[in-house]
């Protein structure tokens, strides 16, 4: 904003900060006010103190501050302008007050204000604009440079792909039209070299032939196309030359203009000038393309007629080219010849087959110790298969070779002992390798020639020697595992009677025999899966031997290997099947198959069985039934999964270790049972049936059960600063419960747990659970109904709110049975789900109950009605002690289950209440003789019974019983 007239001499105040001394000068009034709001003024609450002082206070503005407006006008008035000699000489004052007015204005509105605006970012900040940085010469990829800097790498110009549906136009599509319209080009050319005498001849012979119309049309498409330049129609007429660009856009002229005015004037000239050009040029085009369009699409058709003829002009070229060929091919090559050399050609052979046979039946011996060198058994023995057959046909009678067939039939019984030693050395050695070589099977080569050699013999029996390996094996494997961990251990105190090693296993503590028992299992699934991988190879060779299954790269077809190592040997001319020989028979192949499925079942069941001794040794002296919960559920899980792991082995689930696990839990959950009974019965016995406090932990519990729908003990969570509650809220329900209650709740959800954790034993955990819920339904009938808790806790008498907090007690366990049923049905066989019905029984009990303590609470009053109404006579002072009384016990029953029942139960107990005082009062007025006649003695009646209902209304939810006494008269 431009100042208004300022004197500018050197006796004015805003020249310089009498305070800061290093401050310099200030340009204008305006950095002046800047500068006191930025170091001079302090914000306090919504007021504004000056400091421009000597001592930090100023002498003219009050300490406790002004508005931001006021102090504007502050600063203006005593500061900018302090000396008032240089005011008055410099400005009128009405000049003076213009003058204050901008500046107020001009730093409240357009300035930011240090002292509000301190933590707010303006345009004041920024050191340079977003245009100016966009728009900088110096960078060759300002745009590239700006976003990436601020939004990353990725913010760059993608790079559009071509289209796979357009065809990309290069320069060659247009050589064949180039080519066409040279000639008429240069012609073009030589016809403009001509002089311009001739050109003028040439139009002027050419001019009378149109009609004077027409001429003067020609001429003002000329006189039109002259206006625009010269310079557009140059064949080098490119905007990137300078001068071509000054030449049409003339800045010059533009920049000459100094005004705005004049600069947007000259501009919109300039373009209107070159969009008249444009229209131009556009209109003698457009006149052009209408005059000649009937030629172009004349063109058009006659080149696409010429293309048809083309086309089929080549078609008949290729098929008569082709039949030439043909010709030339089977008739009138040679055919003479041909025949002249083929009987020549068939001696050659013959003669040459004959003596490469007999040189390849002299390299048998050689070829076959080869063979055997490299393992190559089948082919050994396919080349003295072949040999022998050669021998007995195609070389019978050849006096050199009569010892050579013993001698290979000696060779072929050598072979045969040497497959079973080979494969007795190759099993012991690939089983006995340490568990933590991570390759399942080595040697698979050697295997798979081992293999086919012991079929091509027709020797099965590997599969048989392999299993007793694998038993072997295993049990070594788990003896090594055994002595490992325990010489790894310290503090074992091996003398004394520890003369086995089950006896020094049985030393260790839980969790060193645990990480012992997940070694010994993590080394048999070890040896386990070299045995499966081992059956699978033997499963594919067996495949490929009885030809149903194509050999893969890796095992190749061992005839073929063989035939393929003897005709490189011996160049022998045999005739080689491309497919494998059948060395299997469909019954064979079928008994090796399920030889090969029991095999695997029989090692997984023997590695089952040397983990159940493991499991047995450590078992005696009760230390699997001394475990925890925790621990045997975390040895529970060890075992299945070893269980699932040795199924997916064999296909098939091993019961050993699952039955000895099963017996294990068994006794396991007896303990587990009677550890709760017994705690139970024992939390029974001294319970004082008063209300408790609910600790955070069972709030969570009930929490936790609620969201998740399961019945699991939610995750510990140490919150010091929770505290206790004075009821169980659950699903908006209130439940005010005993101490006992809870602890059997969280007993019921480790039951429910415990079937989750073992899931082999659900039909024994639904048995002791029920047991339990009975024992919690009986000894509560004993104690509360029965009044056994006065015996053995002291207790004066079993109040009602003893009984209302035994009642909601057992609702809260009735709550969570059908959840508890649903949780055991899912861990439930078919045939086991008829155990359910137990849960419909012990609900049906405890329903039972609760109606037992609803009848029990209805019969304390009903006695108490019978005693004091036969007491009561019909006569003043109303209302009558009896009454008084009645209603009194009625308030005192009200009062001690309101809190405690819900409120339905409390209606409903009430309505049988007074049901019964009716029924008592009715016989009593029959007594008594009074009746509904209008008389003294009903009106006394009518005054109790006004005060008996009147006492209702005050009883909180039974409003609506105080109008229920209008039977109580007999009627007439």
Not at 549 to 560: D, E, G, L, M, N
Not at 624 to 649: A, H, M, W, Y
Not at 704 to 711: A, F, M, N, P, V
């Amino acid at each position: 904003m431009a100042t208004v007239g300022v004197v500018r001499n050197s006796s004015v105040s805003w020249r310089r900060c009498s305070v800061c001394q290093d401050s310099g000068s200030f340009k204008s009034p305006r950095d002046f006010c800047r500068h006191l709001r930025d170091f001079h003024c302090t914000k306090e609450g919504g007021s504004f103190v000056c400091r421009y002082g000597s001592t930090g206070v100023c002498p003219s503005l009050p300490v406790e501050g002004v508005s931001d407006k006021d102090y504007e006008d502050h600063v203006v008035r005593h500061h900018v302008y302090g000396n008032t000699a240089s005011r008055d000489k410099g400005m009128s004052s009405a000049r003076s007050e213009q003058y204050d007015l901008q500046i107020a204005n001009s730093s409240h509105t357009q300035e930011p204000s240090v002292v509000q605006d301190q933590h707010k970012w303006t345009v004041y900040q920024s050191s340079i604009n977003l245009p100016a940085l966009l728009n900088d010469p110096r960078l060759s990829k300002r745009e590239t440079d700006f976003f990436t800097k601020t939004w990353g790498d990725s913010f760059e110009n993608t790079l559009i792909l071509p289209s796979p549906y357009l065809r990309e136009i290069t320069q060659s599509h247009f050589e064949k039209y180039l080519h066409k319209t040279s000639t008429r080009y240069k012609k073009h050319q030589r016809l403009k070299a001509l002089p311009e005498k001739a050109d003028n001849s040439q139009i002027s012979e050419t001019s009378k032939q149109f009609s004077g119309g027409h001429i003067k049309q020609l001429e003002k498409n000329r006189e039109e196309l002259e206006q625009v330049p010269k310079i557009f129609m140059l064949p080098n007429f490119t905007l990137d030359n300078p001068d071509t660009f000054m030449a049409v856009f003339p800045w010059t002229q533009v920049e000459e203009s100094r005004d705005a005015t004049g600069r947007k004037q000259s501009s919109k000239l300039l373009q209107e000038k070159l969009s008249h050009y444009l229209d131009i040029v556009e209109v003698q085009i457009a006149k052009q393309i209408s005059v000649k369009s009937d030629a172009f699409f004349h063109a058009m058709s006659s080149h696409e007629k010429l293309q048809d003829y083309l086309l089929e002009t080549c078609k008949a070229v290729k098929q008569l080219r082709d039949k030439i060929h043909e010709i030339d091919t089977t008739l009138a090559r040679g055919p003479l010849k041909v025949m002249s050399l083929t009987k020549t050609r068939s001696n050659y052979v013959n003669l040459h087959n004959k003596l490469k046979l007999m040189s390849t039946v002299h390299q048998t011996q050689p070829t076959i110790q080869l063979l055997l060198s490299t393992n190559e058994f089948v082919g050994a023995l396919d080349l003295i298969s072949t040999s022998q057959e050669v021998l007995t046909q195609e070389l019978a009678g050849v006096h050199c070779f009569r010892h050579l067939g013993s001698q290979l039939a000696e060779m072929e019984k050598l072979i045969e002992k040497m497959l079973q030693a080979d494969f007795v050395k190759y099993a012991m050695s690939d089983l006995n390798r340490p568990v933590t070589d991570s390759q399942v099977l080595t040697q698979e080569e050697k295997l798979v020639a081992i293999l086919f050699g012991m079929l091509r013999f027709h020797k099965f029996n590997f599969i048989e020697v392999y299993k007793e390996e694998v038993c072997a094996t295993l049990k070594s494997t788990i003896k090594q595992t055994v002595v490992e961990a325990v010489a790894v251990v310290d503090d074992i105190n091996t003398e004394g009677n520890v003369s086995s090693l089950a006896d020094q296993m049985r030393l260790l503590n839980y969790p060193l025999w645990m990480d012992l028992l997940k070694t010994i299992f993590a080394n048999l699934l070890v040896i386990l899966n070299r045995a499966k991988e081992f059956c699978a190879v033997v499963r594919d060779v067996v495949g490929i031997a009885a030809g149903r299954t194509k050999a893969p790269t890796p095992i190749s077809s061992p005839t073929v290997e063989s035939s393929k190592n003897l005709e490189e040997a011996s160049h022998l001319h045999v005739s080689v099947s491309e497919e494998v020989d059948v060395m299997v028979s469909d019954g064979e192949f079928y008994k090796l198959g399920s030889g090969l499925k029991e095999m695997l079942c029989t090692v997984c069941d023997h590695a089952h069985d040397r983990c159940v001794k493991v499991l047995a040794a450590r078992a005696k002296d009760g230390f699997i039934e001394k475990l925890n919960s925790t621990e045997f559920v975390g040895l529970s899980r060890e075992i299945e999964q070893f269980v699932q792991d040795c199924g997916s082995v064999c296909g098939r689930r091993s019961t050993s270790l699952r039955g000895s696990l099963q017996s294990q839990a068994n006794r396991f959950v007896n303990r587990f049972h009677d550890e709760r009974k017994t705690k139970l019965s024992l939390i029974l016995d001294n319970e004082r049936w008063k209300q408790a406090d609910v600790p955070s932990e069972f709030q969570q519990l009930v929490d936790h059960i609620r969201k998740t729908g399961q019945l699991s003990l939610p995750e510990k969570k140490i919150d010091i600063d929770s505290k206790p509650s004075e009821v169980l809220i659950i699903e908006d329900q209130k439940y005010v419960v005993v101490g006992t209650v809870l602890l059997l709740l969280k007993m019921v959800v480790e039951y429910c747990q415990l079937v989750d954790d073992i899931p082999s034993a659900c039909p024994d955990i639904l048995t002791r659970l029920i047991d339990l819920l009975k024992s919690f339904n009986s000894r509560t009938c004993q104690l509360v109904l029965g009044a056994g808790a006065l015996q053995l806790v002291g207790l004066r008498k079993i109040s009602t709110r003893n009984l209302a907090l035994a009642s909601r007690c057992l609702q809260l366990i009735v709550f969570y049975i059908p959840l508890v049923k649903t949780h055991f049905q899912a861990h439930l066989s078919a045939k086991q789900v008829n155990m359910l019905k137990h849960f419909d029984q012990i609900s049906k009990d405890y329903k039972d109950h609760i109606e037992e303590i609803d009848k029990q609470l209805l019969a304390i009053l009903d006695s108490m009605f019978e005693v004091q109404l036969s007491k009561w006579e019909v006569k003043p002072p109303m209302p009558s002690n009896c009454f008084r009384s009645i209603s009194k016990q009625i308030a005192r029953l009200h009062e001690a289950i309101v809190d405690l029942l819900p409120h339905k139960q409390i209606q409903d107990l009430f309505k049988k209440i007074n049901k019964s005082f009716k029924s008592h009062l009715r016989l009593q007025l029959t007594r008594l003789g009074v009746n509904n006649n209008g008389g003294p003695q009903h009106g006394l009646v009518t005054a109790d019974l006004a005060f008996f209902s009147g006492n209702y209304k005050t009883l909180k939810g039974l409003e609506e019983l105080a109008h229920d006494f209008n039977d109580v008269w007999e009627p007439r």
